[in-house]
Structure formats: structure tokens, C-alpha cells
């Protein structure tokens, strides 16, 4: 069975200062990566999908995440944050072959501060 | 793209009572579809996903059961509702092998 940790449950930061979400995966397969954002009161969005090919991938909104097989992790990263960015922000992972089940981190609340 | 429609937004039920949570998928076909509960400060836990008419995975034993009558619909229900049912619950569709899932805007469910 697939399994996602998301190491921080809070991440404070100052607005314009870089930003790192961890996320680390276990799984006996091979899986594409995703990750989420989610506003208050609000269904999930994609921000970024890990398919196949170049291991860095752009997302919306300015972030970027890098998949690492070896360390299995799929960390989303943001050079300059702002204000707009608050909110919380999940890692998923979905087997390429067998059953389609999308499984989630617990998620990671940013807090941007001014 | 698709479309994924969730009512009511919110819901107050008193314990005991049962439930009927519905969500359709507009704009695809034989979707990949999943119930999700994301309870007050935690991660989102999946409670069922089906890859077809009829066909309905259990992720997690507990007080609710899921139906797909339709290709597009998925309905999450409940007999006797629990206090531990409440939470923020979400429909998600996927189509295909290797795309994301979106999701709809979600139910606030508050048993009392």
C-alpha cells in the first residue's frame, strides 16, 4: 500500500521569503505525484503533477517541486511567497498500474505573515 | 474539463438521523470517482472510490456506505448518523490512468 508523510504540519514564514513543503512517499510501485492546495471552506486544486520525465516540475501560482526516487520525496518549493499563498497544501500519490486509489499527506498549513 | 457538482454545502443533522450526500460529474465519462473526509485539523481520509457503475471500494470500515447507480453519480450515505461523522466532505473525479483528480466544493457536515 502507498503511503504519504508530510513532515511539517505548520509552516510559518515572512511574505517574499522562500518556502519548502516536505513530502516523502512510500510505496512498492511506481506512482505519480501530486500536489494540492486547498482555500478555507473550499474543495482542492491541483497546483502540480510528477508524471514521468524531468524530475523538477512547474506548478501554478510560481511553485516548483522536485521528485527524488532515491529519497522518495516529492518536495514543493516557492522562491518568494506571498500573502495570497496562505493556506493548506497536500501531497498525494497514485499507483501508474492497478487500483486508482489517490492517497493523501496530512497536509501542511502555510501561514504567510506580512 | 469536468465538472463536479456537491450538495447541500453545509448540513446540520442531529445523531441518528441518516444521511445522503450526492455528487455528479459533468463533462466525461466513465470517471474514477472518490469520497473524501477531511475532519476538523487533519488530512483527508479516504472513504470509498469506485472505477465503475456499481462497483464500490471500502476504504475504511465504519458507519457509512457509498452507491453509484450512475455512471456520474456517487452517493455517500449513513442510516444513524454518529458525532464522529462530522467533518468536511469531498467528491473527487479522475479519468484515466495518469491525470489528477478534481474535486468538488464540498459538504460541511455537522452532527449534533
Known amino acids: 500500500a502507498q503511503s504519504v508523510t508530510q513532515l511539517d504540519s505548520q509552516v510559518p514564514v515572512f511574505e517574499e521569503a522562500p518556502v519548502e513543503l516536505r513530502c516523502n512517499y512510500s510505496?512498492?510501485?511506481?506512482?505519480?505525484l501530486f500536489w494540492y492546495v486547498q482555500y478555507p471552506n473550499q474543495g482542492l486544486q491541483l497546483l502540480l503533477k510528477?508524471?514521468?520525465?524531468?524530475?523538477l516540475v512547474k506548478g501554478i501560482n510560481g511553485f516548483e517541486a522536485e521528485f527524488n526516487k532515491s529519497q522518495t520525496s516529492f518536495h514543493l518549493r516557492k522562491p518568494s511567497v506571498h500573502i495570497s499563498d496562505t493556506a493548506e497544501y497536500f501531497c498525494?500519490?497514485?499507483?501508474?498500474?492497478?487500483?486508482?486509489?489517490?492517497?493523501f499527506g496530512q497536509g501542511t498549513r502555510l501561514t504567510i505573515n506580512p | 474539463s469536468q465538472t463536479i457538482h456537491q450538495w447541500p454545502a453545509t448540513l446540520v443533522q442531529p445523531v441518528g438521523s441518516p444521511l445522503s450526500l450526492e455528487c455528479t460529474v459533468e463533462?466525461?465519462?466513465?470517471?474514477?470517482l472518490y469520497w473524501y473526509r477531511q475532519a476538523a485539523g487533519r488530512g483527508l481520509q479516504l472513504l470509498f472510490y469506485?472505477?465503475?457503475?456499481?462497483?464500490i471500494s471500502s476504504e475504511v470500515p465504519q458507519n457509512l456506505s457509498a452507491s453509484r447507480p450512475q455512471d456520474r453519480q456517487f452517493i455517500l450515505s449513513s442510516k444513524k448518523l454518529l458525532l464522529s461523522d462530522s467533518g468536511f466532505y469531498l467528491c473527487?473525479?479522475?479519468?484515466?490512468?495518469?491525470?489528477?483528480?478534481?474535486f468538488g466544493q464540498g459538504t460541511r457536515l455537522t452532527v449534533v
Open positions: 463533462g466525461t465519462s466513465n470517471p474514477n
Open positions: 510505496s512498492s510501485v511506481s506512482v505519480y
Open positions: 510528477y508524471l514521468s520525465g524531468s524530475t
Open positions: 498525494a500519490v497514485r499507483k501508474i498500474q492497478g487500483a486508482q486509489k489517490l492517497v
Open positions: 469506485s472505477v465503475g457503475i456499481g462497483q
Open positions: 473527487a473525479c479522475a479519468v484515466g490512468t495518469n491525470t489528477e483528480a478534481f
